[in-house]
């Protein structure tokens, strides 16, 4: 079955600092990959997205994350973090059977982001 | 603006007790999608919807019902039958619902007395 794994539950940068989230997935072709961000107690908000070509893809807040087909990954990168960025961050795999979209997303456990100042 | 709207935000219920949670989106998408989000599991999805009057269990559709009588609002009763009903609950849409991105509303918080 298809799994999105995301290896460290609570990460602490200082302001300023890069970032780097880590996103492993387990599907055989190409899948639709997305991360999310969620602040204490409200709904997702879409970073970024890949669905094929360039696999380096720039999203929203200066967020960007690069798609590597060898190592099943999708990790998220920030060059210099801000004490706003601290949230937690899903990302997500677009449900596939038979090469095929189900309609539906599996999501990561999540990371929390905590920002020293 | 559009959006989506989950009501209440908060939601109390006494063991035994069905009640349903409000989803209403204006953004004219075509699919509707629960999830139950419990701290450290990420978000599970419940019940997804692709249009109007039909919907499909997700992962964890036991002690749940949903209805989808209109294209704006995608309901979800928890039943006595869910055991743990104790989370938050998330309410996402889409344009369609092959590889695109998924809008989420604020999220209800149910808790049992």
């Known amino acids: 079955a298809q799994s999105v794994t995301q290896p460290d539950i609570h990460i602490t940068v200082s302001e300023g600092a890069s970032l780097e989230l880590r996103c492993n997935y387990s599907?055989?072709?190409?899948?639709?990959l997305f991360w999310y961000v969620q602040s204490p107690g409200q709904g997702l908000q879409l970073l970024l997205k890949?669905?094929?070509?360039?696999?380096l893809v720039q999203g929203i807040k200066g967020f960007e994350a690069e798609f590597k087909r060898s190592q099943s990954s999708f990790n998220l990168r920030k060059p210099s973090v801000h004490w706003s960025d601290a949230a937690e961050y899903f990302c997500?795999?677009?449900?596939?059977?038979?090469?095929?979209?189900?309609?539906?997303?599996?999501f990561g456990k999540g990371t929390k982001l905590s920002v020293k100042p | 603006d559009g959006g989506i709207t989950q009501s209440p935000k908060y939601l109390f219920r006494k063991e035994g007790q069905n009640v349903t949670l409000s989803c209403e989106q204006n953004?004219?998408?075509?699919?509707m999608y629960w999830y139950r989000q419990d701290p450290g599991q990420g978000l599970r999805l419940i019940y997804y919807?692709?249009?109007?009057?039909?919907?499909q269990k997700g992962d964890i559709a036991e002690g749940y019902s949903v209805s989808r009588e209109k294209k704006e609002s995608f309901p979800l009763t928890v039943t006595s039958a869910q055991k743990n009903p104790t989370a938050f609950y998330l309410c996402?849409?889409?344009?369609?619902?092959?590889?695109?991105?998924?809008?989420f509303g604020d999220g209800t918080r149910l808790s049992i007395l």
């Open positions: 996402a849409s889409s344009l369609e619902t092959a590889n695109q991105p998924q809008h």
């Open positions: 599907y055989g072709a190409t899948p639709y």
């Open positions: 890949y669905f094929s070509g360039d696999t």
């Open positions: 997500a795999v677009d449900r596939m059977n038979y090469g095929g979209s189900q309609g539906n997303l599996i």
């Open positions: 953004l004219n998408h075509d699919a």
């Open positions: 919807s692709q249009i109007v009057n039909d919907f």
